[in-house]
């Protein structure tokens, strides 16, 4: 059964109207009929299951039979701070590390990044990697939808967190803890940052920086992986240490 994203003031009560994209998708595309049920999601914590009652070409219209609320938070979240990739690589990471949970995305300007971003194209690129999300969180079946932030510095990224964060930075070439048995919080309201660093590697100033953040070198072990091989592989033990993949 599939499951959507609508904005929380498409319910009303007992009945859900879903118009704009959704509302294509689902009479257009997948060609909905009234009987038919499906889940719809609101983003904030509740899941519904509607049957459809009616179907026209400016609304589809559901009531809901069910409704589930997400479970309460058992591991702290995991932030992705993923440096600029060229191509589609960047698009990639962001719709993996939706699927596999991630709380938020943080693309950065790191100083070997080959892509730098103009200022006039930030808006759609952020528009083009939010709609990437949301289509993967769908598709995984996701409680949220991971926030897609704008493109920090690796120093504001730093700046930005809160004092109880574990920041980690996975380098090539560099010794560092094993992520197997780097020290995790426990407890759920913290957070984890996950740092990779662009296909030319963190400059000398950008780690002596993190050095300087307490931020703590992690290694994948020998092998030198391309940027998003390295942050999926990482996410994916993380998640599995903190309970997210079993």
Do not use: Y
């Not at 699927?99 to 938020?104: Q, T, W």
């Amino acid at each position: 059964m599939p499951m959507f994203f609508v904005s929380a003031e498409c319910i009303d009560q007992q009945r859900i109207v879903v118009t704009g994209d959704v509302l294509g998708h689902l009479r257009d595309s997948l060609r909905i009929t009234v009987g038919e049920t499906l889940w719809l999601n609101h983003g904030q914590g509740a899941k519904f299951r509607v049957e459809i009652t009616d179907v026209s070409k400016h609304a589809v219209t559901g009531r809901i039979l069910e409704s589930i609320h997400e479970p309460p938070r058992q591991a702290p979240r995991l932030i992705l701070g993923q440096s600029l990739l060229k191509g589609e690589k960047m698009d990639w990471v962001v719709q993996k590390a939706t699927e596999l949970g991630v709380s938020e995305v943080v693309p950065v300007e790191s100083q070997h990044s080959v892509v730098q971003l103009k200022a006039d194209r930030v808006d759609h690129q952020l528009a083009r990697w939010r709609r990437i999300a949301l289509e993967a969180a769908q598709q995984s079946e996701q409680w949220r939808i991971p926030t897609i932030a704008a493109p920090h510095s690796l120093s504001a990224l730093l700046a930005s967190q809160a004092i109880d964060t574990r920041m980690l930075m996975l380098a090539e070439r560099r010794e560092g803890t094993s992520l197997q048995t780097v020290t995790l919080p426990q407890d759920a309201t913290g957070s984890v940052l996950l740092l990779i660093g662009p296909e030319g590697g963190w400059s000398k100033e950008e780690m002596g920086k993190a050095d300087q953040a307490r931020v703590e070198p992690i290694t994948l072990g020998q092998q030198i992986l391309r940027s998003e091989t390295a942050a999926i592989a990482a996410i994916s033990i993380l998640q599995s240490r903190l309970g997210r993949l079993s």
